[in-house]
């Protein structure tokens, strides 16, 4: 009876809380964390293709373009289009030298689907901010975020020291729970919430701005808030105007929003798009900000994107660049101790790099430079480029599928050295 009586509570609380709490938990509650086909359940800004399209050239041989690898839980080689049929894959892409060596879509989804790409949305993001300072609507990276969003000034003192460039690295201090995984977190209240300003404004620090690499997708919503006041223009449109007509997107996109009344794009990872469209935005990456011979993007920009940063967890600017497990002819590298692999990488002649310990084992890793740079998303939505092989990998699913498909980082690399031939 006792028992009987605590359920009962239990399940009135919870209908309580899902009756009075705000759009953000009962929204979490009922989808209990993200999905690529978030597109479906928010109100959404249309981002436009134009009537110019740019399309690829096509490779002409499936028996060429489909390789057979192996993968992690394969005995015997397989091909990668049987691979990936036994995933939660919906679309894979593999371009190089303009070419489309491997295109297929999977689980119902097709060419030109829209999913939910999450954070490569904070690429794009960091794309048209840098856009916006090469117009001039921005000054500059080390613009206090107060000089666009003054409301903050009244708010938590180190809002005054907090610059773009902060938000763009990561570096903001801000305190900020990214576990996407339970509904009434900070991240949740982003990720589903209705009043992004309202829960900016209440945000603490746990950091001096600039003092500490922590990814926080709160960075990210400032920045779409920032880019919409500095170029008085809403981010569907500004990302149609400026990158989706000028690189000839192929279909239409769109940018989930906190609220049909509020209007804020979901800057940090609202963004649904085909995967073939997101090839593109590689391409501009891969040709140092330039589509077609006009210069999109500056040079200088797609540079700050992509150099490699070892002190910053190889992430800026709102891109991984670059770092890769350093292997010798034996295979990966592991020392006893950081110092011991430190050691190592400066015998090596290594000046960038940094070292990592191995996942529950009492070994240290290197990790160097490497010339590629990935924009990824949760469930291992991935946009890949190599810079020294011309080549663009997109994949986009719903799940890690890390049973099958293993570390990312292994998978790319596969494809990528196959795709060198």
């Known amino acids: 009876m006792k028992r009987h009586q605590q359920t009962t509570k239990a399940i009135l609380i919870l209908i309580v809380l899902i009756t009075f709490a705000s759009c953000s938990l009962s929204r979490g509650l009922l989808y209990w964390g993200p999905d690529i086909d978030d597109h479906k359940i928010f109100h959404k800004d249309t981002v436009k293709c134009g009537d110019n399209k740019f399309h690829f050239h096509k490779g002409n041989s499936d028996t060429v373009y489909n390789p057979k690898l192996k993968f992690k839980g394969d005995s015997i080689r397989v091909s990668l289009d049987n691979l990936l049929k036994r995933t939660t894959t919906v679309a894979f892409v593999i371009i190089k030298n303009d070419t489309v060596l491997f295109e297929r879509y999977y689980n119902g989804h097709s060419r030109g689907e829209v999913s939910t790409i999450f954070s490569i949305t904070k690429s794009v993001t960091s794309t048209l901010i840098g856009i916006?300072?090469?117009?001039?609507?921005?000054?500059?990276?080390?613009?206090?975020?107060?000089?666009?969003?003054?409301?903050?000034?009244?708010r938590d003192p180190n809002f005054k020291k907090l610059t773009i460039e902060h938000l763009l690295n990561m570096r903001s201090g801000i305190k900020f729970n990214e576990n996407v995984k339970l509904p009434m977190t900070k991240i949740a209240r982003l990720h589903y919430g209705s009043n992004t300003m309202g829960l900016i404004k209440h945000l603490k620090f746990e950091h001096e701005p600039g003092a500490v690499h922590e990814y926080k997708s709160i960075c990210t919503a400032i920045l779409g808030i920032i880019l919409e006041r500095a170029t008085k223009t809403s981010y569907a449109k500004y990302l149609e105007k400026n990158l989706w007509v000028p690189l000839g997107m192929e279909y239409n996109a769109s940018i989930n929003m906190d609220s049909k009344r509020k209007g804020v794009?979901?800057?940090?990872?609202?963004?649904?798009?085909?995967?073939?469209?997101?090839a593109k935005i590689g391409r501009l990456y891969l040709n140092n900000g330039k589509f077609n011979g006009k210069q999109i993007i500056s040079e200088d920009w797609v540079n700050r994107c992509t150099k490699p940063r070892?002190?910053?967890?190889?992430?800026?600017?709102?891109?991984?660049?670059?770092?890769?497990?350093?292997?010798?002819?034996?295979?990966?590298?592991?020392?006893?101790?950081?110092?011991?692999?430190?050691n190592h990488a400066k015998q090596k002649g290594f000046k960038t790099f940094s070292v990592y310990k191995r996942w529950k084992k009492d070994?240290?890793?290197?990790i160097v430079p490497e010339n590629n740079f990935q924009?990824?998303?949760?469930?291992k939505q991935v946009m890949h480029?190599?810079?020294?092989n011309n080549v663009i990998i997109v994949r986009l699913g719903a799940s890690y599928d890390g049973d099958i498909l293993g570390n990312y980082v292994s998978v790319v690399d596969l494809l990528a050295k196959w795709a060198k031939q």
């Open 132 to 154: 916006a300072i090469d117009q001039g609507y921005i000054t500059s990276v080390d613009d206090n975020v107060t000089k666009y969003i003054p409301e903050l000034k009244k």
């Open 265 to 278: 794009a979901k800057a940090f990872g609202g963004l649904n798009a085909s995967a073939i469209d997101l």
């Open 310 to 342: 070892p002190d910053n967890d190889w992430y800026g600017y709102q891109w991984y660049n670059g770092g890769t497990s350093y292997k010798d002819s034996t295979g990966y590298v592991y020392k006893p101790d950081s110092i011991s692999a430190v």
């Open 363 to 366: 070994e240290w890793g290197i």
């Open 375 to 379: 924009a990824i998303g949760i469930m």
């Open 385 to 388: 480029v190599d810079v020294d």
